[in-house]
């Protein structure tokens, strides 16, 4: 149904385009009512505005906090235009109906990301007066609309236009949704400030409301037939791939930016520097060092074939020896992902391939903390981090045979590694004579342990002997243990668990070679 404007309240933070969309409505005849600085604005644009305190009776008060929360206000947005006693009530107490609103919301999010902003300014910008507005209108769309963004006032007047100065109950439908989802997105977003002030175990949890905001358009998804869009989360502090800065090179694609999630939550693992190239959410190398730059050679040779078009992260700002070794040869990566780049390394980066992403962290500070998130069909699985659960001293020898002090150090960080990589999981490590640790050979994403186990020593060759294997769960048959040591493998470290563990044991035993069990698992599907 077609309904004509005559009276609009206005009442908005940003004053983007207001003064010409008012005149628009002047012109046509609809009776301006405003707000505070909205008013202002309008008048002295020489436009004929009514004061909404002449129609309450009642002053702004509480330095604004409270101006048009009055039933004179709420009547004449919620009253049936189809309810003769709805209408009866105005015209006996003399309230004003009003057929628009155009009202927009206190910058609470703009708010937050201002540096050094405090507890006390961000809670002034919560709106309250706004929300009510605009929800009131939204529920009564049979008889009036509701504008909340600058970028809706040339629509509203292309309606107008060619509707003979009239909207339809299409239109204000239309508005009505995107309406109610704003104000549904605005309180997410104070109610994820506020939350963050609290504890989020799941236990706590009754229901589950997540706020993401679009960060960029993708130019596809996992495929080309795919569209996407990278969402984050508004509050995020910490460096990770959603508060990264490109410093270089073309856009992101939706698959990069899984990559070096995945690479950078792995090098971040680590206090030496430390190097890892991933592909396809697997590493197919990773090393910690003395230095950056060796640690990356390592890192790039556990499995070179692999590496090509991988993803690099580093868990120290890249320096230009780094760079240069990056550069040698005919290496090609997709990006570059680390908290820094020292100058000389970015401005050699920078020219030595031009669509190479180079994206910068910031400091790794601590590990992120919060819930983890799966999406299944129709619903959405919620967990704590994989955070916290690898104290090497903890680990039960079950052996005769005990690990040296080397390869204890190796099986950490094999176990490490393990929890990075698509279960079943199998990886196997060594170290040089200076105590570089570095992944030779990765077993990923086997429906069956052993055959994880012969892919990793196959990726290994020749590197498998004198190596330590790590598994992310239990060995259910001591075939695993028995490839290995024909293999060469000196040390293992697995969860235990399986009603096997015993001929697994033996197994070991029976080679002389050591086993521990850590008591934990780190499947990841």
Not at 315 to 334: H, P
Request: with cysteine; proline share 4%; aromatic share 8%.
């Amino acid at each position: 149904m077609l309904r004509p404007l005559r009276r609009a309240l206005l009442s908005v933070s940003d004053k983007t385009g207001l003064v010409d969309f008012a005149k628009a409505l002047s012109t046509a005849g609809v009776e301006l009512v405003a707000t505070g600085g909205t008013r202002t604005l309008l008048t002295d644009a020489g436009l004929a505005v009514i004061d909404v305190g002449a129609l309450t009776g009642f002053p702004e008060i509480l330095d604004g906090r409270v101006k048009t929360l009055h039933p004179a206000v709420y009547a004449g947005l919620l009253a049936r235009r189809d309810n003769p006693a709805h209408l009866s009530t105005l015209a006996a107490m003399k309230l004003p109906q009003f057929d628009l609103v155009v009202c927009n919301l206190y910058p609470f999010e703009a708010t937050l990301e201002k540096p050094g902003v405090t507890e006390a300014e961000a809670v002034e910008q919560i709106d309250i007066g706004g929300p009510c507005m605009i929800r009131a209108a939204a529920k009564n769309f049979e008889g009036v609309a509701v504008v909340i963004e600058p970028e809706q006032y040339s629509t509203v007047l292309g309606w107008l236009k060619s509707q003979q100065g009239m909207l339809s109950r299409e239109n204000r439908l239309a508005l009505a949704q995107e309406a109610f989802f704003m104000v549904q997105m605005y309180d997410q977003a104070i109610a994820t400030w506020f939350h963050s002030f609290g504890s989020d175990e799941p236990e706590e949890m009754e229901g589950l409301t997540l706020h993401f905001v679009p960060k960029q358009e993708l130019r596809y998804g996992e495929n080309p037939h795919q569209e996407a869009t990278f969402f984050v989360e508004p509050y995020a502090d910490h460096a990770c791939i959603s508060t990264a800065e490109q410093l270089h090179g073309k856009e992101l694609s939706y698959n990069n930016i899984l990559d070096c999630d995945a690479a950078f939550n792995i090098v971040r693992e680590f206090n030496a520097p430390a190097a890892v190239v991933v592909k396809h959410n697997n590493p197919c190398g990773a090393a910690t060092a003395s230095s950056l730059s060796t640690a990356f050679q390592q890192a790039w040779d556990g499995d070179s074939l692999a590496a090509f078009g991988g993803i690099l992260a580093f868990n120290r700002a890249v320096d230009l020896a780094t760079a240069k070794a990056l550069m040698s040869g005919e290496r090609f990566v997709e990006c570059v992902i680390a908290p820094e780049f020292d100058t000389d390394a970015l401005d050699a980066l920078k020219t030595w391939k031009k669509n190479v992403r180079l994206l910068r962290t910031g400091p790794l500070g601590k590990l992120p903390q919060g819930m983890d998130y799966r999406r299944v069909d129709g619903g959405l699985l919620v967990q704590t981090r994989d955070h916290d659960a690898d104290d090497a001293a903890k680990w039960t020898s079950m052996t005769q045979t005990k690990a040296t002090a080397e390869q204890l150090a190796s099986l950490r960080f094999a176990w490490i590694i393990s929890k990075h990589v698509k279960s079943n999981a199998i990886v196997l490590t060594s170290r040089d004579r200076e105590g570089a640790e570095f992944v030779v050979g990765v077993g990923a994403g086997q429906m069956s342990r052993i055959d994880s186990v012969k892919i990793a020593i196959e990726k290994a060759g020749r590197n498998a002997k004198g190596s330590v294997l790590a598994s992310d769960a239990f060995f259910p048959f001591a075939d695993n243990v028995q490839a290995a040591v024909a293999a060469g493998i000196a040390a293992i470290v697995q969860p235990g668990g399986s009603t096997r563990d015993q001929e697994s044991i033996d197994a070991a035993n029976t080679a002389g070679i050591a086993m521990l069990f850590t008591g934990v698992r780190h499947f990841r599907h």
